[in-house]
């Protein structure tokens, strides 16, 4: 969507600078015609009076403005009674004689002349003395011919710059795309290379318990009547359930959906989530101190929440087997909701932080390796976040960030 939105005004702008270019090289020859014009009105204006203030014409001739290529007044009979040329004074227009009608009206044409230039012709009658005359004044074109070659060159200048920037857009795009796909590659090998490390530590994990099961499967086989089979077939259930979790939490951990998101209170879900652990936790000599607002509305999906909660107050108690305090607060922080959890056990060693949100890593000798990254999942998955701090012999501390309800 971005990228079209981005495409679409370029387009746009394109578009704009391509008409304003083009809009002003039409509008050049109209006012490059225009200047000619008022420049012919007031050159017709001064002539006009010069001739006024001197009957013989002999002052214009030394009226030479530059523009001008050439002027002369012609009388009712078609005769040039004054010219630039004085050898063309006396002669008739070769065109024929002036008639009256023309000489009370204006005209204006573009002529080529004797050098083969093109010149503007302009012609307007005058009246010097009480006699009509027909001016006819023959302008140089080379202040109007800069303004169409400056509009030209504008629209030129326009167009290669639109090309150039559309040629470089293009070449952006096609290198940001191959970055792109670059990019992805190196995703998918990295995705890759962390399944085959996962499959490898998910075979370990499965070839343990298998192997127990293989070995006690065994012995009541060769032996099926022994007193000690039922606790052979104890162990089998209890490796059994191990798998099972095993694959539960795969299972869990593998899902992409992260449920519907609903508001709900959180202190009911924190105290009944405690109170599932409140056993163990007795059995484990461990108080817990709960914390929570009773109007603290979150809006997530409450089921993977409480997963991820139970998953933590469970970690928390197994690094508190000697007995502790286990302290849940809950608060609201602006738009969010913090929840910690907070545990004075035996804490995780600094060069394994790095690596407690991974999948499969883990410092017990029976665990899975998942619930971290579970939680990590499900949290990040609900629009939020979680972090851990931990000192060996200190305790740990688990930081879940979860969005309030609006």
Not at 88 to 110: C, D, P, R, Y
Not at 370 to 395: F, H, M, P, Y
Request: proline share 4%; hydrophobic share 45%; net charge neutral.
């Amino acid at each position: 969507m971005f990228r079209k939105a981005i495409l679409l005004l370029g387009v746009a702008v394109t578009c704009c600078l391509l008409w304003f270019a083009v809009y002003d090289y039409r509008q050049a020859g109209p006012i490059a015609r225009e200047n000619l014009r008022g420049l012919a009105l007031s050159l017709t204006t001064a002539i006009e009076k010069l001739a006024a203030n001197d009957p013989s014409l002999e002052t214009l001739h030394s009226f030479h403005p530059p523009d001008v290529a050439y002027f002369a007044l012609v009388d009712r009979r078609g005769v040039y009674r004054f010219h630039s040329n004085h050898d063309l004074v006396g002669t008739t227009v070769a065109h024929g004689s002036a008639k009256e009608s023309a000489l009370l009206n204006w005209s204006e044409t573009s002529v080529v002349l004797g050098t083969g230039e093109r010149a503007y012709q302009f012609a307007s009658p005058v009246n010097v003395s009480g006699e009509p005359f027909l001016l006819v004044l023959t302008l140089h074109t080379y202040r109007s011919d800069a303004v169409t070659r400056r509009a030209r060159l504008n629209m030129t200048i326009v167009v290669a710059l639109v090309v150039v920037g559309w040629l470089l857009s293009l070449g952006l795009s096609r290198y940001a795309r191959r970055q792109e796909r670059h990019e992805e590659e190196l995703a998918r090998r990295e995705a890759l290379a962390k399944l085959g490390e996962m499959g490898a530590m998910l075979a370990h994990e499965i070839r343990n318990p298998l192997a127990g099961i293989k070995g006690f499967a065994q012995v009541i086989a060769a032996k099926p009547q022994e007193s000690r089979n039922g606790a052979f077939a104890q162990s089998i259930v209890t490796e059994a359930v191990r798998l099972e979790s095993l694959v539960s939490e795969l299972l869990l951990y593998a899902a992409h959906e992260p449920g519907t998101p609903n508001d709900f209170l959180l202190a009911p879900l924190i105290e009944h989530t405690v109170s599932l652990c409140g056993p163990d936790a007795g059995n484990g000599n461990v108080g817990i101190t709960l914390n929570c607002p009773a109007d603290l509305l979150v809006r997530c999906n409450r089921d993977r929440i409480e997963q991820a909660l139970l998953n933590l107050v469970h970690n928390a108690l197994q690094a508190m087997a000697q007995g502790g305090e286990l302290c849940v607060i809950a608060a609201p922080s602006g738009k969010n909701a913090v929840i910690t959890i907070e545990d004075n056990g035996h804490g995780i060693a600094e060069e394994h932080l790095p690596l407690v949100f991974e999948p499969f890593f883990t410092t017990k000798s029976r665990g899975t390796g998942l619930g971290l990254a579970l939680c990590k999942k499900i949290v990040e998955a609900n629009g939020g976040k979680i972090t851990l701090k931990s000192r060996v012999g200190e305790g740990t501390v688990v930081t879940m960030v979860l969005p309030r309800a609006r």
